[in-house]
């Protein structure tokens, strides 16, 4: 009788290890090549799967490799920025993988394999809601905020200056100051200050979390108080405590009448709906800038900038098409699968990751001539339709 019990216990511890290691192995080893297989079943080559971390460990050494060398002077970056998906495409193909963690990522760099799911017309690729507030924005109601901080950026060059006939001027920290400025007036309205000094707390936040992204991946090690551990989490306490005290007074002003509707932060209160904004911006002072100095002059003369002289400024427009084409404000869009579903003649089972390689497509010599890699604002001469092959 206590040999059937020793038994019976036995089993059933044996059964529970079993259980306890399939629940494991799973998730980390059995669901990864599985989904590899079926990808690979139709001829999509990548990255052969590594326990656990993937390509997280490459993709890191690979960015070290980039950021240690200078920056060349010319506009290719795609090496700098974002190694393993070049490096992968140009071994597998257009249509390749490699592996965050255990998720496949499926690399799609065809225009009209990028443009069907975008169209998401079955629903299986999730996508971002676009929030009523952003239309209102590009009615151009927020130009007078663009064009009160482009004059105070002037002005602070023209105090630079002074009785010189000259100054040297580091254009990038003085875009990033902008940029900032413009975000947070349009942002935050009056309370402006309080939204630099927040996003100065998220910079900083950033930095760290970067150079965390750059450490071989332990589980759990965020929680381990180290010194910039305990930073991380200091900015994330202060960055809340900020934003919620100024959605707080911004949400009592707008009950007593005494906040006008003026600002993101408002209209974002008044919608009720949840947003992502972004801000990137570019420019590179070569030979086009006389050509544009000239044509806002002509357009706009000493008149503030609004909405409608905008739209008449062509090579401007051009400019910035062609900055936007090299240095795109997001090097990919992704999707993911949360059920199968069909790209061109592939099928795609749930669980995978979709990269659409925006700065790779931007950079096709198939698709944008041999000139791709070059600062060419004459190629949207007619216009966006006629730029490339593809549009």
């Known amino acids: 009788m206590d040999d059937l019990v020793l038994c019976s216990l036995g089993l059933s511890l044996l059964l529970l290890a079993l259980y306890g290691v399939g629940r494991v192995s799973y998730p980390i080893w059995w669901k990864p090549k599985w989904l590899a297989r079926k990808l690979r079943q139709q001829g999509i080559r990548g990255t052969p799967y590594k326990l656990w971390v993937g390509d997280m460990k490459e993709h ?9 060398k200078p920056i060349n002077l010319t506009h290719q970056i795609a090496q700098r920025v974002d190694p393993l998906t070049l490096n992968t495409v140009r071994k597998y193909g257009k249509i390749s993988m490699y592996w965050y963690g255990t998720t496949p990522r499926l690399i799609i760099s065809d225009p009209e394999l990028m443009r069907e799911v975008l169209s998401n017309k079955l629903g299986n690729f ?3 809601t676009l929030n009523p507030l952003v239309p209102s924005i590009a009615k151009g109601g927020m130009i007078p905020v663009f064009s009160l901080s482009c004059n105070r950026m002037i002005e602070h060059w023209q105090e630079m200056v002074n009785d010189q006939e000259t100054c040297e001027v580091d254009v990038w920290p003085e875009l990033q100051k902008i940029a900032m400025d413009i975000i947070s007036r349009v942002a935050f309205g009056s309370n402006y200050e309080e939204g630099k000094k927040i996003f ?4 900083e936040s950033l930095t760290l979390t ?6 071989v ?3 759990g090690f965020r929680f381990v108080p180290t010194k910039k551990n305990r930073r991380r989490y200091k900015l994330v306490a202060e960055t809340t405590s900020m ?3 100024l959605v707080e007074r911004k949400q009592n002003a707008m009950r007593t009448g005494q906040s006008r509707v003026d600002d993101l932060l408002s209209l974002l209160l008044q919608s009720n709906e949840q947003n992502s904004l972004g801000n990137a911006s570019g420019q590179k002072l070569m030979d086009w800038q006389e050509k544009a100095r000239e044509e806002v002059l002509q357009v706009c003369g000493k008149s503030e900038p609004d909405f409608e002289a905008l739209s008449h400024l062509k090579v401007v427009t051009m400019i910035l098409n062609e900055v936007l084409r090299l240095y795109p404000p997001g090097i990919a869009q992704h999707r993911h699968t949360y059920k199968e579903g069909k790209i ?5 089972p749930a669980g995978i990751d979709l990269v659409l390689t925006t700065m790779l497509l931007h950079r096709d010599p198939e698709l944008w001539g041999d000139d791709a890699e070059e600062f060419r604002p004459e190629r949207f001469s007619e216009g966006i339709s006629k730029a490339s092959k593809i549009i």
């Open 60 to 68: 890191v050494r690979l960015i070290t490799e980039a950021w240690s």
């Open 243 to 245: 934003l919620r005290d």
């Open 217 to 219: 991946y332990i589980p």
């Open 126 to 128: 999730e996508k971002p």
């Open 210 to 215: 970067f150079e965390a992204m750059q450490m």
């Open 344 to 348: 061109g003649d592939m099928t795609i």
């Open 200 to 203: 100065e707390l998220l910079q």
